[in-house]
């Protein structure tokens, strides 16, 4: 017959006794696995008598179940163990000088957002933030996004499983920063008018030669009152000279379309392309580089306020275009490599920080 009462203190004393997952199983499946200690002993109650039956069996099990609870809390003492172990073992001090032969960089990607934020800082911008995991009620509803609207087709947006309701997203672009920041004005009463960018991820589900699944935009927006086409115009057209760093530039708005603005329009400039170089500001092509327009009546409405009241303008830039297009860097996805020869030869010093002062 089995003694229960050295089986059961061998058994809890071989747990404790475990020092790392590894030894943790073997101990489980010698005891609890199919040829394991308690599960033979549980066999031999077949041939026991009745009375027996009952009583060792009861015991059996419940000596079980406290193995099996013994054997849960020691894995999670060893899990804890070993995370702190590898967490020391990982540790690094930033503190620490950097070692020349791994200089850091500025990936280009940061570096443009940072000068578009100076060209805006300048024009009296502030820098607006708002959640890469997104709500259909902000990425689309409130920007007058209606749901026949392509953008909200499953190929194009990334939806998470959030509460099961198939309303959680990656926001496919910036321009839920403008909602956030009107409705947020209106609840601290810090607003309107309004005269933010706001940079940041954006991600949509394509990726080809032109499209990864991720990249970043710049929004911005400026909601006062009395604002027209002519100010959006103004405040492009300078943005384009100081990004580009150039006199003039021929600049070009085609009307198009945008839920979110009405009138709409694709801003172009002029470039001269030839086999195989590309030069901003001059000769006879067009090149499309952001897209902007009036902030639609009806996505101020959503926002609280009264179109008759406050008006605006708004617009949004691919941050990776802009920058393949001032830096001539030819292929997009280089940008996610990781490969560290382009980004020592993209990169950018990290403690040149652009500024319109000091040239961009
Ligand atoms: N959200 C647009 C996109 O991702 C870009 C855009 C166009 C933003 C026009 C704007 C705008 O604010 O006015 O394609």
Redesign the pocket.
Same mark, same amino acid.
């Given at each position: 017959m089995t003694d229960t009462n050295t089986l059961r203190s061998q058994a809890l004393s071989a747990i404790e006794h475990c020092d790392s997952s590894a030894t943790l199983e073997e101990q489980r499946v010698a005891l609890l696995g199919k040829k394991g200690a308690i599960t033979e002993a549980l066999k031999t109650l077949g041939a026991a008598d009745a009375d027996t039956r009952k009583t060792l069996g009861a015991t059996l099990n419940q000596i079980k179940q406290e193995l099996a609870e013994a054997i849960d809390s020691k894995k999670a003492q060893i899990a804890a163990v070993e995370l702190n172990a590898r967490l020391a073992s990982e540790k690094i001090d930033v503190t620490l000088p950097s070692r020349p032969e791994i200089r850091g960089s500025i990936h280009p990607v940061t570096q443009v957002i940072e000068e578009i934020t100076a060209i805006f800082a300048d024009m009296g911008f502030a820098v607006a933030e708002g959640p890469d995991i997104e709500d259909d009620a902000h990425n689309f509803d409130a920007l007058n996004i209606p749901e026949s609207h392509p953008a909200r087709q499953m190929h194009d947006t990334f939806y998470l499983q959030g509460n099961g309701d198939g309303k959680t997203l990656l926001r $496919?672009? $910036?321009?839920p920063v403008?909602i956030r920041t009107m409705t947020g004005g209106q609840k601290d009463n810090s607003g309107p008018p309004f005269r933010f960018i706001a940079p940041g991820s954006?991600y949509r589900c394509d990726s080809d030669l032109t499209h990864t699944p991720m990249f970043h935009?710049v929004? %911005? =927006?400026v909601i006062d009152k009395d604002i027209h086409m002519g100010h959006l115009k103004g405040c492009l057209i300078e943005f384009l000279k100081a990004f580009f760093e150039l006199d003039e530039v021929p600049v070009r708005f085609r009307p198009s379309f =945008?839920p =979110? $603005?009405e009138p709409?329009a694709e801003v172009d400039i002029g470039c001269k392309r030839s086999k195989d170089e590309l030069k901003i500001g001059a000769g006879n092509d067009w090149l499309e580089v952001?897209?902007?327009?009036m902030v639609h009546p009806n996505v101020l409405k959503n926002c609280g306020l009264d179109p008759d009241e406050w008006q605006g303008f708004? =617009? %949004?830039m691919g941050v990776e275009r802009l920058a393949m297009l001032k830096y001539g860097i030819p292929d997009l996805r280089t940008f996610f490599d990781s490969d560290t020869r382009w980004l020592s030869h993209y990169g950018f010093d990290a403690l040149n920080i652009p500024s319109l002062l000091g040239g961009l």
């Open positions: $496919t672009h $910036t321009s403008q954006t935009q929004e %911005g =927006f =945008f =979110f $603005t709409s952001l897209g902007c327009g708004a =617009f %949004g």
